[in-house]
């Protein structure tokens, strides 16, 4: 079958691809803010040119050259649509600066927090959680009147400022944070339109500085925002008018807002319902508390709040029945008119059962058409959304002019005309999801046709195959398809989603059309809605006891390492294997040679991959602290610290977390606690609780007036974890342990000295720090925590070898520490300095940094390259950064 569409979007798809792996391994090709505009114009011209000479070679009888030009134009073109797409207009030296903004409220981002990752947090909100941000397009101006630059034009996010207060002498010991923001700065007020100058610091969002982490400054990007500006008071916001963005935009943001009332006013008495309400037909989760959020996600119909292809559809076919309703009321009433005057039709006018299903079919087709329009402007432009809508306005259309429809090609011309308006929406999960499953259902439904069609035929299993069967087989359809891309973004898997939405669809069908009942007579008559919306209480009722029972089932929610490409080539290959073992049968030469690619594939993809006894130890990013993760050889592993946790941001759940599931690191053999500061020790709250963890070093049995130490002490002796202060030598957990005759790994204690004399005064916390020496081999790790000055002196008179290939710089490059006779002692080649780009004590010092440069010691540093791994074979050292642009040696 011919499907131009999906013939254009592949050398689309790979342009868009090939641009996107070269921005993955640098940074060179981002564009300078002033050349986007001409880039644009020459991405377009070049593949014109390319069209040009494509349809000459056509007409010319040159099929293959004609086919190869259109393709290399449509892949010229992803590739220059894609980095346009993808480069900020805003001048780098702009960034930390204060600026001012002028512009139109564009949207409020319906997310509790952009930068979530899809973590579980135990925490439950019984209040509804207020919108702290939103998006303004506009112009950008620096405040310093020296700046002479003009006005840039850009999409920036501004966000409420709640910010945490560190106290170093707070009561309850050190480490304690106080939350503050203005509570007078009410950010949900404005709506779609609003004129605002804002004034404020410009941040550049955070790329992913973490394995498993989130690339915030990605997911922005594809939505066109390259800044975030923090306000912290009400006067930095200043609403000037109420005329801004689009005239048409504005009505649909009035409609929203007047369905949002219809919901609440008909349901005033249960609030609940009106906010499940609005999350399943607009999509606005914000008010739901976290419990019910929690039980939609963890039983795998999360996509029911978030409004899909699903939705779009159900309005479709909830708005087509009314319209053919409504006109076959109107023609029956019409004929009734003309039979009381007595009037017949005349033998040329054409018969009323044509004009009924011929003629008002096609105006049944036209208006459902204009409804589903009409709901992606409410609901806004998300690519589910698109995707459904230009499948089913297409639909229609080869309806009314009476054409064949390729479901496939339509899905395909979907996704062409998304990418070319947004070229990075290929790697947004939304998009992702929403193509996938769409195409896997128009796939695999053909396949269920037939194994349907050998069941028996009677009217028993007929409405079995309508009720259940088909219902199972389109939902195992898109299960196939979303499980593993859900693997890849979240690490989790759902098992029993199959079964909650076989049990949900049916309610939300429901739902849905019952809701288009009630906002169509509440813009009539609020009365006249409030009957349909009782009958819509006891459906949703229903749908949280079906969501609330999946979700606590055994094994709801399985976790699971980030899949490899080598996986998805497999899992792909053998599902098609098994959709049509039919073929395969009659085609055995075809099946071997499939069979032989996939070996090949396979061994290439092993031999390629890094093998042999390794030792791996990552220095994650966690901001202003420390956190390191080691893995053993022999599969053993050890999470030194876990950095910093406030109200807003704790590093064990956002970092370590989603680190640890990444790598499929279900058990932690040891953890160690250098010393009780928070940003050492604030994120292994949260490590502890939620994963099996065999041991922890740092704690100690007396009591220590200092809050993080007590929490941590309580976790372990709640959940029986062994603890112990650490005491000078080898670790239990890998002393001595060999790997071959040359080459073995061990972990030591080389400070504190005496632990029973330990002194956790404030001024002598750091000095008694944990400080680890690894060895495996001939490569040496110092961990030196954060001790300084005095405790570097006293492990020189101790007299222990303190010679190490890689330091961990000691107390994130602090003055008070990294003496010059302590790093003759160690003499590293490499030294790790775990600190935040914007650090309030200014770390690491320039001092510092000067010493380390004298002696030709190699700097790493994660403000500047993100996580920093470093692999050896006890030999060799190989070492990798998460941010392209960051050192590898």
């Known amino acids: 079958m011919n499907r131009p569409a999906l013939k254009a979007l592949f050398p689309y798809l790979l342009g868009g691809i090939f641009a996107s792996y070269l921005n993955s391994q640098s940074d060179y090709l981002t564009l300078q803010s002033g050349l986007i505009p001409q880039y644009q114009f020459y991405s377009w011209l070049i593949s014109a040119i390319l069209v040009i000479a494509g349809v000459v070679a056509y007409k010319k009888q040159l099929l ?159 939505r066109g925002v390259f800044g975030i500006i923090y306000v912290r008071d009400a006067a930095s916001v200043k609403k000037v008018g109420e005329d801004g963005g689009y005239l048409w935009m504005r009505w649909m943001d009035n409609l929203r807002r007047r ?119 409410i609901v806004g432009y998300r690519p589910s959304v698109i995707r459904a809508s230009v499948i089913i306005i297409l639909y229609f259309i080869a309806k009314i002019i009476d054409r064949d429809t390729d479901l496939l090609n339509l899905l395909g011309f979907a996704a062409l005309l998304l990418l070319l308006f947004n070229a990075t929406s290929l790697w947004d999960i939304g998009f992702q999801l929403s193509f996938a499953t769409t195409a896997a259902i128009i796939y695999f439904m053909s396949k269920w046709d037939i194994l349907l069609a050998l069941l028996p035929q009677s009217k028993l299993f007929q409405r079995a195959n309508k ?76 749908l949280l006891r079906i969501t609330h029972f999946f979700s606590n089932l055994p094994y709801a929610v399985v976790e699971v390492p980030t899949p490899s490409l080598r996986f998805f080539v497999i899992y792909t290959i053998g599902i098609l294997a098994i959709a049509n073992l039919g073929f395969l049968r009659r085609e055995k030469r075809k099946a071997i040679i499939i069979a032989l690619a996939v070996i090949s594939f396979c061994i290439w993809h092993s031999a390629i991959q890094p093998g042999g006894d390794l030792l791996e130890v990552t220095f994650l990013d966690v901001g202003l602290g420390d956190s390191a993760f080691v893995r053993f050889p022999d599969g053993k592993n050890i999470l030194i610290d876990g950095g910093p946790s406030t109200p807003e941001y704790d590093t064990g759940e956002r970092v370590i977390a989603p ?12 953890v160690i606690l250098t010393h009780p500061h928070n940003d050492h020790a604030g994120g292994l709250a949260f490590i502890l609780k939620n994963f099996q963890v065999n041991q922890i070093i740092g704690i100690h049995n007396r009591d220590i007036p200092i809050k ?54 404030q001024s002598s916390i750091n000095n008694n720090s944990i400080v680890l020496k690894l060895r495996f081999g001939q490569i040496t790790f110092l961990f030196a925590s954060d001790i300084e000055a005095q405790a570097e002196y006293a492990m020189l008179h101790s007299g222990v070898d303190l010679r190490a290939d890689i330091l961990k710089a000691p107390h994130h490059g602090s003055i008070t520490s990294s003496s010059e006779a302590f790093l003759n002692a160690v003499n590293p080649a490499f030294a790790v300095i775990s600190a935040s780009e914007l650090s309030r004590f200014n770390f690491p010092s320039k001092a510092v940094l000067r010493r380390y440069k004298r002696r030709g010691i190699k700097l790493l540093q994660t403000s500047k390259s993100g996580a920093i791994t470093i692999v050896t074979d006890g030999r060799n050292m190989w070492i990798k950064t998460i941010i392209p642009s960051g050192p590898t040696f």
């Open 467 to 542: 009720i259940f069967l088909l219902p199972l087989a389109v939902s195992a359809s898109a299960q196939v398809a979303s499980q593993p891309l859900i693997a890849r973004q979240f690490n989790l898997i759902y098992p029993i989603a199959i079964l909650t939405n076989i049990a949900a669809v049916w309610v939300v069908w429901y739902i849905v059309c019952v809701a288009f009942i009630t906002v169509i007579t509440g813009f009539v008559w609020i009365p006249l809605a409030l009957p349909f919306a009782y009958a819509n209480r006891l459906a949703i009722w229903i």
């Open 659 to 670: 680190f640890l599931r990444h790598k499929g690191i279900r058990k932690i053999d040891a």
């Open 64 to 222: 293959l050259w004609g086919g190869i030009l259109l393709g290399l134009s449509l892949f010229a073109l992803g590739f220059f649509r894609y980095q346009a797409a993808v480069s900020s207009p805003i001048p780098p030296d702009l960034y930390n600066q204060k600026v001012r903004l002028s512009g139109y409220v564009t949207y409020n981002p319906d997310q509790p927090d952009d930068e979530e990752r899809g973590t579980k947090s135990p925490q439950i909100h019984a209040k509804p959680k207020a919108c702290v941000a939103f998006c303004i397009s506009g112009k950008l101006s620096p405040v310093k009147k020296e700046d002479s630059r003009g006005d840039i034009k850009a999409k920036i996010l501004v966000k409420r400022s709640s910010f945490s207060i560190y106290s170093p002498f707070a009561k309850g010991g050190r480490g304690d944070y106080s939350r503050r923001s203005d509570r007078n700065l009410v950010l949900s007020n404005l709506r779609y339109g609003d004129v605002v100058e804002v004034v404020g610091e410009l941040r550049q969002p955070q790329c992913k500085r973490n394995e498993g982490g989130f690339d915030y400054r990605g997911y922005l990007a594809r």
């Open 259 to 377: 369905v949002e009332g219809i919901f609440e006013r008909t349901m005033r008495d249960a609030p609940i319902y009106a906010n499940v309400l609005k999350g399943i037909i607009l999509g606005q989760k914000r008010a739901l508390p976290e419990d019910i959020l929690l039980s939609f996600k963890n039983s795998g119909i999360m996509h029911i709040l978030a409004v899909s292809g699903l939705h779009v559809g159900m309005i479709a076919f909830a708005g087509f029945l009314l319209f053919q309703l409504l006109f076959k009321l109107s023609i029956s009433l019409l004929n009734a008119i003309k039979l009381r005057r007595g009037s017949t039709p005349s033998e040329d006018s054409p018969p009323s059962r044509t004009f009924q299903f011929i003629t008002v079919e096609k105006y049944v087709y036209a208006l459902t058409a204009g409804l589903v329009i009409l709901y992606a402007c």
């Open 708 to 761: 993080i130490h007590r929490e941590l002490r309580a976790i372990a002796s709640e959940k029986q974890i062994d603890y112990q202060p650490g005491n000078l030598g080898s670790l239990s957990i890998s002393a001595g342990h060999k790997i071959s005759q040359s080459r073995f790994y061990e972990v030591e204690i080389l400070n504190p000295i005496d632990t029973n004399f330990t002194d956790f005064s």
